[in-house]
Nanobody, 123 residues
Framework: QVQLAESGGGSVQAGGSLRLSCAVS????????MAWFRQAPGKEREGVAA????????YIADSVKGRFTISQDSAKTTVYLQMNSLKREDTAMYYC????????????????WGQGTQVTVSS
């Protein structure tokens, strides 16, 4: 059973940084895509970043490009989302996901995800 556990969220002022971590269960090791998505109240789910384990490709949404980076440790037990130069519009619940489809589309889909970690950015 795939289990993902996010941590690292919190409250930060605009311009600050946070690093989110996602502990990945062994069953998720073979997922072809590990991702982060976010959802704010009243807004659609947005695929923020993804790492494709087969080819090593990386996707970063235009809305966070140049500010967010996704990475994975060599053991593939943890996925990170480094968030710099945070803006108020980055405020959302952030979820780590295994198995991702349609990143960059209006309706990205994910096979499994964790409970989420809240990120709140204030001005």
């Amino acid at each position: 059973q795939v289990q993902l556990a996010e941590s690292g969220g919190g409250s930060v002022q605009a311009g600050g940084s946070l690093r989110l971590s996602c502990a990945v269960s062994r069953d998720a090791y073979n997922s072809d895509c590990m991702a982060w998505f976010r959802q704010a109240p009243g807004k659609e789910r947005e695929g923020v970043a993804a790492i494709y384990t087969a080819g090593g490709g990386i996707y970063i949404a235009d809305s966070v490009k140049g500010r967010f980076t996704i990475s994975q440790d060599s053991a593939k037990t943890t996925v990170y989302l480094q968030m710099n130069s945070l803006k108020r519009e980055d405020t959302a619940m952030y979820y780590c996901a295994a198995g991702c489809h349609g990143m960059g589309s209006r309706s990205p889909r994910f096979e499994k995800w964790g409970q989420g970690t809240q990120v709140t950015v204030s001005s």
